[in-house]
């Protein structure tokens, strides 16, 4: 991926996971979180060719800068999002997968002073809250989910979230959450909601209600369906009219028309270099 595509990257994964980004110069200028992971990047190529003293250097600068600590020998995926960022420490043998985020006071540090892997290592996916310490050699899988101030020492498996000193497990995935969530997903798009945020473990109560209301909807038509069904079998024309179909535009309002202002701000946006 080459820098400009890989920056649009960025600011765009800014906007779908930060409601208070506004303007693409606003990220740029106002995102410490992107500024150190850009910082990064260049340290991290100057550790890999062995320029050890400036990349550490350069990893000082953008601690004193931004408030976040990244050693360059740590290796980072695609769209990683650090939210405020001050106070974020990540060690040097950590890795993190693709579509991470982490917001302010996270640590992913070691429990050793032993050479070798010591840090976490973070899937796709991985949400860790404010204040929550990952310590140790570990992996948090894809989709794991860490609270706010919580302190994991152990592996989270796939899509699980974990709370608490010492994390523990506070939501695993099972066969009736999948299809739960499968089935409110497709409802969500056929609806015209975003299939975000509605999943069955999700603590926010707006959601959850929402959820309850994907379920009710989706069993209304079953039931209508089959109603309509048992009729025509019984040479009545009913139900023979295709439904109108809903479009996300149809319940469009200000802040959906600046999302969408903000999206094409991005895709014309052209930094000079």
């Known amino acids: 991926m080459g820098v400009i595509a890989r920056l649009k990257d960025d600011i765009a994964s800014i906007y779908h996971r930060d409601p208070a980004a506004h303007g693409t110069f606003e990220v740029l200028l106002n995102y410490p979180g992107m500024h150190a992971i850009w910082i990064h ?131 695993t995935p099972n066969e009736a959450s999948k299809e739960t969530s499968k089935r409110r997903t497709e409802m969500a798009k056929k ?18 209600a929402i959820g309850q209301m994907l379920d009710h909807m989706h069993l209304m038509d079953s039931k209508v369906q089959e109603v309509c069904q048992a009729v025509q079998s019984m040479g009545g024309s009913v139900c023979t009219d295709k439904l109108p179909e809903l479009e996300v535009d149809d319940f469009s309002d200000a802040e959906l028309a600046a999302a969408q202002k903000r999206k094409q701000s991005i895709d014309e946006f052209d930094p000079i270099i």
């Not at 990349?55 to 600590?69: D, K, N, Q, V």
């Not at 405020?84 to 040097?92: A, F, K, L, N, T």
């Not at 609806?191 to 959850?208: E, I, L, R």
């Open 41 to 171: 990047r260049v340290s991290h190529k100057l550790w890999e060719r062995k320029w050890r003293l400036t990349s550490r250097c350069l990893s000082t600068f953008a601690r004193w800068m931004t408030g976040i600590e990244i050693h360059p020998g740590a290796t980072i995926g695609d769209r990683f999002f650090i939210d405020h960022g001050m106070g974020v420490v990540i060690g040097e043998t950590a890795e993190i997968g693709d579509d991470c985020t982490l917001y302010h006071g996270v640590t992913l540090g070691g429990t050793t002073w032993q050479a070798g892997k010591r840090h976490p290592t973070l899937g796709n996916n991985v949400v860790i809250g404010a204040g929550a310490k990952i310590l140790g050699p570990i992996t948090m899988n894809d989709g794991a989910r860490v609270g706010s101030n919580s302190v994991v020492v152990k592996e989270v498996p796939k899509d699980t979230t974990v709370v608490g000193i010492p994390g523990r497990v506070v939501s």
């Open 191 to 208: 609806y015209g909601f975003d299939a975000y945020a509605v999943s069955p473990d999700n603590p926010d109560p707006v959601a959850n």
